[in-house]
């Protein structure tokens, strides 16, 4: 594989970060494990074992997803907000999920709870950096109601479950990782993944069926452009 130089090396590490860099990317892009990113970098010359690919992907996946968070335009002013069922160590956990309008995720949450209380902790963990939303959509949880009344106060709730068919085709891409990963270990180890994996396709994932094919290839030219503003920022 020829390793490019255009960024300084990361200390402690034996490889480029192009290449630590082009492993997370592929991980997440592709919906592969760490088999298959070790059998993709050894295809073109780097040797490393699942380990130190899982290490990479750990240690480097969520720099990328705060950088992406970080330099994210305003979201649209209307919220999908829904919760699916994950099994973790045979325990039922909830992954509460919030998306705009144009598809995007917002964030992500695992809790162990379907309740008031866990819906007032999620609604917090968005209002707070995003600000109040015009419009909420929900499905008919009732524990919605009055977080909601009490954090966005003038926006217009909609609790009604077949209006969210958008969030709930967004939970599609969760079931397959799921599925790939043999299921989810830990609940931490859920929002680690989760959290850094919907950021990530949200950059390389754009609506291709809105799209017309230049203005699809212009996304995707500006998404690299991203990623290697982001691979420069890394630090060890």
Not at 57 to 64: E, I, N, S, V
Not at 67 to 78: A, E, F, M
Not at 97 to 114: E, K, N, S, T, Y
């Amino acid at each position: 594989m020829t390793l490019p130089s255009t960024f300084p090396r990361l200390t402690g590490f034996r490889f480029p970060r192009e290449v630590v860099a082009y492993a997370v990317w592929a991980y997440h892009r592709f919906a592969l494990s760490t088999a298959d990113v070790e059998d993709l970098l050894a295809e073109r010359g780097v040797i490393v074992s699942r380990k130190t690919a899982r290490f990479w992907l750990k240690r480097f996946g969520r720099h990328f997803a705060d950088c992406i968070r970080k330099d994210r335009p305003k979201p649209n002013d209307k919220w999908h907000m829904d919760e699916a069922v994950i099994t973790i160590s045979g325990k039922k956990f909830w992954l509460w999920r919030a998306i705009d309008a144009d598809g995007d995720v917002l964030d992500i949450l695992v809790q162990a709870r379907r309740d008031t209380k866990a819906a007032k902790r999620f609604s917090s963990h968005l209002v707070k950096p995003f600000g109040e939303p015009r419009v909420v959509v929900t499905d008919k949880l009732r524990g919605y109601i009055k977080p909601i009344q009490n954090l966005a106060p003038d926006a217009d709730h909609r609790g009604h479950k077949s209006l969210n068919n958008r969030i709930e085709n967004a939970h599609r891409q969760t079931r397959k990782r799921e599925k790939i990963m043999g299921r989810f270990k830990s609940p931490r180890q859920a929002q680690r993944f989760l959290s850094a994996h919907d950021q990530i396709n949200t950059i390389f994932r754009p609506r291709r069926n809105n799209l017309p094919a230049r203005s699809w290839r212009h996304a995707r030219t500006d998404a690299f452009c991203l990623w290697s503003d982001y691979t420069a920022e890394m630090t060890a």
